[in-house]
């Protein structure tokens, strides 16, 4: 039990990190972009809220296996497969996770304005200083939003890891497979445990996005 929890604390925890680094300049993108076609874009990154997980599972999983043209690029490097493997499960967390990093800081972003931004240019500071010094620290909401988010979400996943990783014990078992191997056991008091463990998890989480939103104020142009 302790190799699962484990597992699933890493892989919730690479793929919050991991995510925190790729939604960012993409959410802000978004968020300042007045190109036309960003709402495609914006739909795209937003398309796991609505796909069922198992058809993310089953894409990532294809992608990841040996007759894949990625994978093909990789075996010069002595990789065939990232199917069933760790490293599997974060590529798939990442696409399964990417919609709740980037709303989160899209919306945080945009609550910033013009007028912070333009009022750093007026004293000099480049695209970058007003990037780092003024548009990230003022939507520390955001990140802090997006990680929970992204945190809790992965904790919880289930189709896309079963697909992507077979449940393979000591190697890529989380606690949602977890429940799922011990009911199919008719082991239900053990599966109850870790339900349960997972609800007030889930409620810990939501409590802290409410708590953020109520003392973290946003920020106004």
């Not at 996943?157 to 199919?184: A, C, D, H, W």
Request: hydrophobic residues 55%; charged residues 15%.
């Amino acid at each position: 039990m302790g190799l699962v929890l484990a597992t699933t604390a890493e892989l919730a925890l690479v793929t919050t990190i991991l995510l925190l680094i790729i939604a960012t300049p993409l959410a802000w993108w978004l968020a300042r972009s007045r190109c036309w076609w960003k709402e495609v874009v914006g739909a795209i990154t937003a398309l796991p809220l609505v796909l069922p997980p198992t058809v993310i599972g089953f894409y990532v999983l294809i992608a990841l296996g040996p007759a894949s043209p990625l994978m093909a690029l990789l075996e010069p490097f002595g990789i065939r497969t990232l199917a069933f493997t760790f490293t599997g499960l974060v590529i798939g967390s990442l696409f399964y996770s990417l919609p709740f990093a980037i709303q989160p800081l899209r919306t945080a972003f945009e609550a910033i304005g013009d007028r912070p931004l333009e009022i750093a240019a007026t004293m000099g500071a480049g695209s970058l200083d007003r990037f780092f010094t003024v548009a990230l620290p003022l939507a520390r909401r955001g990140f802090l939003s997006a990680a929970i988010l992204v945190f809790a979400h992965t904790v919880g996943e289930f189709g896309v890891v079963l697909m992507i990783g077979g449940n393979i014990p000591g190697k890529t078992e989380v606690l949602s497979t977890r429940i799922y191997q011990l009911v199919e056991s008719l082991r239900f008091s053990e599966a109850h445990r870790i339900a349960a463990v997972l609800v007030l998890f889930s409620f810990a989480a939501l409590l802290a996005l409410l708590l953020i939103d109520r003392r973290i104020g946003t920020p106004r142009p």
